[in-house]
């Protein structure tokens, strides 16, 4: 069955850096575009990134754009998120999501990391 | 970006009540939105997409309507496991955009 595992969350200072990685199994990685949205506490749900199944093409959200990358390594079937000039704002459950097959929205999420910025 | 406004913001219900929870777009997005129920501490679940398609799975007392700027979704009976956080999206355009949820109580 689909799996999405996601790793790499912790306390982090404002301004600085942070790698998640999402390890995905069950599926054929590299047919699928993949997603992170997150979620802070206590609050409703944000769409981050998408990138497309070969890695090509990226979109962001305008709160995370330019400071956040998404890639990924369909060699490993990993999905990664790089967050660069961390804020407080920034701190949430950081969710890997899958679409359907065929399709738009999103059927498959991993468990989240948490992520939080605070000095 | 499009903004997705949701309404209302929490509702009181009662097990067996007709609930319906409504999802305005900023511009038209086609049947392009789907509709996730969420529960505490854990991810959301989808239930509705292209506006009025029933994820796999999911109980048919659950259907969504609606196209270009508004859409509802209705649960025809509520139960007690449908006591819950209720979120549209929006995937006509990116990036992608939530509503900012309606909570369900009891």
């Known amino acids: 069955q689909v799996q999405l595992v996601e790793s790499g969350g912790g306390v982090v200072q404002p301004g600085m850096s942070l790698r998640l990685s999402c390890a995905a199994s069950g599926f054929t990685f590299n047919n699928y575009a993949m997603h992170w949205v997150r979620q802070p506490p206590g609050q409703g749900l944000y769409w981050v990134a998408v990138?497309?199944?070969?890695?090509?093409?990226?979109y962001y959200g305008d709160s995370v754009k330019g400071r956040f990358t998404i890639s990924r390594d369909n060699s490993k079937n990993i999905l990664f998120l790089q967050m660069n000039s961390l804020r407080p704002d920034d701190t949430a459950v950081y969710y890997c999501?899958?679409?359907?097959?065929?399709?738009?929205?999103?059927?498959?999420w991993g468990l989240g990391t948490l992520v939080t910025v605070s000095s | 970006a499009i903004q997705m406004t949701q309404s209302p913001s929490s509702l009181s219900a009662s097990v067996g009540d007709r609930v319906t929870i409504t999802c305005r777009a900023s511009?038209?997005?086609?049947?392009?939105l789907g509709w996730y129920q969420q529960k505490p501490g854990k991810a959301p679940n989808l239930l509705i997409y292209g506006a009025s398609n029933l994820q796999n799975g999911v109980p048919s007392r659950f259907s969504g309507s609606g196209s270009g700027t508004d859409f509802t979704l209705t649960i025809s009976s509520l139960q007690p496991e449908d006591f819950a956080i209720y979120y549209c999206l929006q995937d006509f355009s990116y990036p992608w955009t939530f509503g900012q949820g309606t909570k369900v109580e009891i």
């Open positions: 511009q038209g997005i086609r049947n392009d």
């Open positions: 999501a899958r679409p359907p097959v065929g399709g738009d929205q999103i059927d498959n």
């Open positions: 990138i497309s199944f070969d890695g090509t093409t990226q």
